[in-house]
Each structure stands twice: as structure tokens, then as C-alpha cells.
């Protein structure tokens, strides 16, 4: 079998590259009643792309439809996965000490800050943010709209007298925000990135310093703080993301779940393996799925020939040192501030500064 994309009704019309489809033949008459109007989704063109291309790869946002969004919230409860409890917990004890600097580097407070948070997921983490800084906006953006609005509404509820104005976005793209509020004064609320939970970690070094210029053009006159996960013990690492319970696999392998409910695809999901490892030279994760036998996979009328062994990566998680973000931060414009740690040096949490 030739591992390849043969039903090819015309994937360039749908954004799949031309070098993607070029090795690939085409199977009109599967073609033919094969474009359902899912199709146009996002996950749909870029899945399509990514099961055509060498090595097979997808984006890890796609992970989080509302299926994704909840295995991803027990993910954050296992005890084997430590960024959660460990940002917490720093967030908890040093929240006094990290507003104090957020106040001192933006200036005036005025009646408060507005808080963007990028990823918001269920905003449970910045409620120890709203607790120790006046805020008078919170703006979460986050590409899992249901979620999103749900976690707003608890906040609503919960803080009575505050704007909360969810955005449901993918924040990778560009992306507009509602204006600064002002105070009585006139005078604009100095604007606070948070982008916790070391999502950063996601993204390649390019696109990383890509969202960091992007967000320092948003935040200027105010500053972001951003969790970011560390270079530590391979085998604490590989357990994060082999736990035991099997809820990490579960959740990489919803991608394939979603591609069966969003884009009608028939991906037997017992016959992919989760599989993450620790490569040290890159210092990240890796996530793939792994087909288990030689298979056939048909996706919104495109087939699919998968290899036993061929993998789809899924994700990398990439780990910094506290020095290596520090100078990323500034190459993309930032002046980085302190940066808070565990005593066991698992997570930090920097403040990155942005002078007017
Ligand atoms: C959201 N992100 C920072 C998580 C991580 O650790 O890279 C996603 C995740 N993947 C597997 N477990 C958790």
C-alpha cells in the first residue's frame, strides 16, 4: 500500500496545499458525493492537509472541541500531571506579590486593570488574579465557544460588579479586542495579558514568538503573565503525559473522535495508539497517534491509507529553562520582570512588561 491520499475530489478548492496532494491520485466517483459542508470548517481543511502531508501532523488546538475541552479539565486533576496544581498553588501563595509588581510596572490602576486572558478554558486559575488585582474588564478568548461561555457565566455570578466580555476565538489568528474602558478620569485601564498553563509550550519557537510579538502589539502600556512549564526529570515529564488512568490517551485520541462526529470520518479509534515521549535535543513532548495495523481511513470522501507503525503527531509540548523564556519574551518586545517558581522548580510564572 502506498500510504496516500487517494480520493481527491479537488482539495486545493478547500485549502489543502498543492504540494500536500502532489504524489496523490484521485478517486473521482468517491469524490463525488464527498463534500458535505463541513468541509469548511477549519478542523476539516487543516485535518485533511495534515493526514496528506509527510510526516502526518495536525494542530493540538483542534483538541479542544467540548468533548476535548472536558478531558483536558480531568487531565489538569491527575496527579501525574503537575503544571496544574503547581501554577495553582504558586498563583495562590505569590498572588499578592505578583499584583504588587503588575502595579508597579503598569503605573496608574486607576478603578482597575482590564485582564485578557488568551485559552481561557474555565478560568479557575484567574480567579486568584481577580482576588488580588483590581480589575474592572476580564476579557477571556478562547476557540472552544461552549465552554467559554459557560465558564464566564460562573464568573458573572460569582463577581458581581464585573465586565466580563468572553471572546470566542482562536487567538493564534489576529485578533481584535474591544476598546480599553476608561476611568471617570478618561484615563485607559492599563491592559493585563494572562496566558497561563504553559500553552505556549504548544506552539512551535516560531509560532511562540509569533504570539508574542502579536500580543505585545495588544498590551502595550501594560504587560503579560504567562506560566511556562521547565526543563526537568525525563521521567516526571514522560508520566505527565502517560498517566495512568489513561486519560491523556483518551484525550489525544478524542481527535479522532471529533474528526467521526464533526466530518462523518470512520477512524476506529481502538486501532490507534497514544503514544508521548520526551525528546530531550528539542526539550519537548511529543504526542502521536499510532496506527496499530495497516488501515483505511475515509474522511469527508478522501481515503487514507495509514502504515502499521505510522504515526499522526499531535502535539508538542515544548519545557523552557527560566533564562531561554526570559530571552525569548524579549526578542518579541517584552522587558521580562520577575519570574516565580516552585521550590521544586516544576513551573514558573513571569511577569513580561511592556513600557508605553
Ligand atoms: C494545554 N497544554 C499546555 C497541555 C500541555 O501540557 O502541553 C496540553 C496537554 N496535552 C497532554 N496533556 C496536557
Known amino acids: 500500500m502506498n500510504n496516500a491520499l487517494r480520493a481527491t475530489p479537488d482539495l486545493r478548492a478547500h485549502g489543502v496545499p498543492a504540494a500536500a496532494m502532489a504524489e496523490h491520485g484521485a478517486d473521482r466517483a468517491a469524490a463525488a458525493s464527498a463534500l458535505p459542508q463541513v468541509i469548511d470548517s477549519d478542523f476539516a481543511r487543516e485535518l485533511l ?11 493540538a488546538k483542534f483538541f479542544y ?10 487531565i489538569c486533576e491527575l496527579p501525574e500531571y503537575y503544571p496544574t496544581r503547581t501554577e495553582l498553588s504558586l498563583l495562590g501563595e505569590r498572588a499578592p506579590a505578583i499584583a504588587a509588581c503588575i502595579a508597579d510596572s503598569v503605573g496608574e490602576i486607576g478603578e482597575g486593570v482590564e485582564i485578557v486572558e488568551f485559552g481561557a478554558g474555565s478560568s479557575r486559575k484567574v480567579r486568584l488574579l481577580l482576588d488580588a488585582l ?89 504587560g503579560l503573565l504567562i506560566g511556562v512549564d521547565l526543563v ?23 481527535l479522532l473522535a471529533r474528526a467521526n462526529r464533526e466530518l462523518g470520518a470512520n477512524f476506529e479509534l481502538p486501532q490507534f495508539a497514544h503514544y508521548a515521549f520526551y525528546q530531550p535535543t528539542l526539550q519537548r513532548i511529543e504526542m502521536h497517534l499510532v496506527s496499530r495495523r495497516a488501515q483505511q481511513v475515509r474522511v469527508c470522501g478522501h481515503v487514507f491509507d495509514f502504515g502499521e507503525g505510522e504515526s499522526m503527531h499531535t502535539e508538542n509540548s515544548h519545557k523552557f529553562s527560566v533564562e531561554g523564556f526570559r530571552a525569548l519574551a524579549a526578542r518579541a518586545g517584552y522587558v521580562p520582570g520577575p519570574a516565580w517558581c516552585d521550590a521544586q522548580r516544576l513551573f514558573s510564572i513571569h511577569w513580561l512588561a511592556l513600557p508605553h
Do not use: C, M, W
Not at 51 to 59: D, K, M, T
Not at 148 to 170: K, M, N, S, T, W
Not at 232 to 254: E, I, Q, R, S
Open 49 to 59: 492537509a495534515g493526514l496528506a502531508r509527510r510526516p502526518r501532523q495536525i494542530a
Open 232 to 254: 526537568k526529570d525525563p521521567a516526571v515529564l514522560h508520566a505527565a503525559y502517560n498517566d495512568g488512568d489513561g486519560v491523556t490517551a483518551a484525550f489525544n485520541l478524542n
Open 65 to 74: 472541541d467540548a468533548a476535548g475541552s472536558a478531558l483536558f479539565d480531568r
Open 134 to 222: 483590581p480589575t474592572r474588564r476580564f476579557v477571556p478568548i478562547d476557540i472552544s465557544g461552549e465552554h467559554l461561555h459557560a465558564a464566564a457565566e460562573e464568573l458573572r455570578a460569582d463577581h458581581p460588579g464585573l465586565d466580563v466580555r468572553p471572546i470566542a476565538a482562536d487567538f493564534t489568528r489576529p485578533i481584535e479586542l474591544p476598546a480599553v474602558p476608561l476611568d471617570s478620569k478618561g484615563r485607559p485601564a492599563p491592559r493585563v495579558g494572562f496566558f497561563p498553563g504553559s500553552s505556549i509550550g504548544n506552539f512551535t519557537p516560531a509560532e511562540a514568538l509569533g504570539f508574542l510579538r502579536q500580543s505585545a502589539g495588544l498590551l502595550r502600556g501594560g
